[in-house]
């Protein structure tokens, strides 16, 4: 049964930059897709980026110019990088892995537990 | 970007009641719509996948449908566990992959 655990600081100051790890356990990063979801408090949920199986990434377009996601195959991780921090990054961060259907179609599941970031000097 | 419009934002029900909401894509995503469920600070988890199937370990009473661009979640004999926040997410087009606004449903 896959798991997911998502580790990081919990209090970035604005202009900085936020550096979050998912910790896969049960089965292998290199396979399946694994994806980056956020969710301001009270709001609803924002894809950010994913990482599939070969290597190959995709951002969403509104976050490209700051977001960067990687993996360590050793480690059986994935990690998320967010430049240029404002309040409005404030959010809960959920890892998940995507179960690929037909083409590019997949769902999520599972998820991580999430980890709330508060962008504030 | 593929925008996906949830109705109604919020709904009052009674244990027992069944109860539908409705998410409707900006442009055909053939049948790649996806359910969740999310209840006060938990993540959110997998219902309904590729429209109508049935995720494992879900009850009976979560169905979906599709008609068109629209899609539809069919909650039958409401149970007090039901009562959460509804999400929809299309992955037809991507990137990105969105999500509908949300869907909290509220005990009357």
């Known amino acids: 049964q896959v798991q997911l655990q998502e580790s990081g600081p919990g209090l970035v100051k604005p202009s900085g930059t936020l550096s979050l790890t998912c910790i896969v356990s049960g089965g292998s990063i290199t396979t399946s897709l694994w994806n980056w979801i956020r969710q301001p408090p009270g709001k609803g949920l924002e894809w950010i980026a994913n990482i599939y199986d070969s290597g190959t990434v995709k951002y969403n377009p509104s976050l490209k110019s700051r977001v960067t996601i990687s993996r360590d195959t050793s480690k059986n991780q994935f990690s998320l990088e967010l430049t240029s921090l404002t309040a409005a990054d404030t959010a809960v961060y959920y890892c998940a892995r995507a179960q690929a259907l037909v083409g590019d179609s997949s769902y999520f599941d599972p998820w991580g537990q999430g980890t709330l970031v508060t962008v504030s000097s | 970007d593929i925008q996906m419009t949830q109705s109604p934002s919020s709904l009052s029900a009674s244990v027992g009641d069944t109860v539908t909401i409705t998410c409707r894509a900006s442009?055909?995503?053939?049948?790649?719509l996806n359910w969740y469920q999310q209840k006060p600070g938990r993540a959110p988890t997998l219902l309904i996948y590729a429209a109508a199937s049935v995720q494992s370990g879900v009850p009976s009473r979560f169905s979906g449908s599709q008609s068109g661009t629209d899609f539809t979640l069919t909650i039958t004999s409401l149970q007090p566990e039901d009562f959460a926040i509804y999400y929809c997410q299309q992955s037809y087009s991507i990137p990105p992959i969105t999500f509908g606004q949300g869907t909290r449903l509220e005990i009357k």
């Open positions: 442009q055909n995503i053939n049948s790649c």
